[in-house]
DNA sequence: ACGGTTGTTTGACCTGCGTCAACCCTTCAC
DNA sequence: GTGAAGGGTTGACGCAGGTCAAACAACCGT
């Protein structure tokens, strides 16, 4: 029962070279099925509240790759979980200039950037073809005041936000391109680890430029940190496919610099 | 009134050379009255629910310069509404190496990163003799599960910390040095204004290496930078005495890189 | 299968910021 | 008043990472 409300989604993949054919699927979905539930908001919510959390989360959107989920500038009114694909947000200056502030995979919620000023401040933009959960934020609100699981893991999953941005300052503001690169392919090789994939090998789904956008870099020093990597045995690269080789050698690049201190 | 659940305030200055003596004023504080509403919490409540605000936030305390708020590791039990002063926070990494995160002053709230692992993510300093207010966090959940207007502001004031994470991020990713410190001296200026004092002339509260750590930059670099500002008649410094004499000039500054893309 | 587009790699060179060091100023304890 | 300590400024120099360029590899639409 896809309820009618949920078909004022607003058009997000407006500035981008959208089909004819919007790529808009209202599709009943439950988060009490949903084998993302960990990773996502419903945690440890009785029968009865996650019941009320399936109306809430009642549609469901596929978006194509290169297509944007949310734009900068356009008015908030969801939280989006990504049920499935990938994706990249970023914010861009005046000039023209890009910064990639993050990553986002299925599990994960986007657009908490938009509750501050009622409008969105940075642009979302699927990386693979994927599905995401739509949230009405005012809804979400709502149901938190009477829910007070549900309104206490949100909070912790924006206070995450907050450590996860903590973390990427440290790391911009003070370690080299070997640790950048390090940790960078840790975080994923965790974060896929934690969904059940390989911790050794996956698919990059961004490309040198944003990863070096992303890490503060430009994208032939991203390039070149693969191939001394690949050099000293501690990964495979070719082209998007990465292999680990040698993980505790990605973890000693991460601090070696107290040995000259 | 002070309730005597304030006493259970864990002694945060501990890791410091602190005095036998310690600053710890149990006061009535009333949000009611305090001329910093607007930037903290309670904005646009009820007399009554302003009321209930007060009751939760029944206690400050005086942290002196150069004690810690609270470290990283300390359990997370307070959100900390700064009632006067000026702080710092800043995250370590195991090798020593230390980056500053955020400068916070009169009217903002610390203390956000630590919901989501119960426990905080890094330390809060004074960089000067400062008040807080201490607000439970459960009890800010309880009551905001209970003021819509309150639950609602405190998801902005959240949101709003990951923006300006994101704020800095750009900076720390794609800004050179004078990009870098005329988006600080320009921030500082604006934070200013809004609590009425001069948007020209201001002191430093912090050290040329603690700028420097939280612009990504060393100390020398910092310092070079703002007698370049000097010279170019843009601001006058005097150890931590600034007085902008161009903020134009300033805001150029910021925009110059799209003349050469 | 083919040509164009987009992404990646690698090399040669350059420069902005870091490093190291000397010196100065301010503050504070005694 | 004096000495020590902490913070700030300035100069000389080096290098990590940026820039520019060329060639190559993968992908996509037709």
Chains 1, 2 share one sequence.
Request: net charge neutral; aromatic share 6%.
């Amino acid at each position: 029962m896809p309820s009618d409300r949920a078909l004022k989604t607003p058009n997000a993949t407006n500035n981008t070279p959208a089909p004819k054919e919007l790529s808009l699927a209202v599709i009943k979905t439950a988060c009490s099925n949903c084998n993302l539930r960990e990773l996502c908001l419903p945690l440890g919510l009785t029968d009865d509240e996650m019941e009320r959390l399936d109306e809430l989360i009642s549609v469901r959107r596929r978006v194509r790759r290169g297509d944007s989920l949310y734009r900068a500038g356009q008015p908030f009114e969801y939280i989006y979980a990504i049920r499935s694909g990938f994706f990249k947000t970023d914010v861009l200056l005046e000039d023209g200039r890009d910064q990639v502030t993050g990553f986002q995979m299925a599990g994960e919620l986007l657009g908490m950037d938009g509750i501050c000023a009622e409008c969105h401040t940075c642009n979302a933009v699927a990386l693979e073809d994927s599905e995401v959960c739509h949230i009405p934020f005012s809804r979400l609100e709502k149901l938190s005041r009477e829910i007070q699981t549900l309104q206490h893991h949100f909070h912790q999953v924006m206070s995450r936000e907050i450590v996860r941005d903590h973390g990427l300052m440290t790391l911009l503001g003070m370690m080299c391109v070997e640790e950048r690169i390090a940790a960078f392919l840790l975080n994923l090789s965790q974060r896929f680890t934690a969904r059940g994939f390989s911790p050794a090998e996956f698919n990059l789904r961004m490309t040198r430029e944003e990863i070096g956008s992303y890490l503060g870099l430009k994208l032939e020093t991203v390039s070149r940190a693969f191939s001394r990597f690949q050099e000293e045995k501690l990964i495979n690269v070719q082209q998007k496919h990465i292999h680990i080789l040698d993980i505790n050698g990605l973890k000693q690049i991460m601090s070696r610099h107290s040995q000259r201190a």
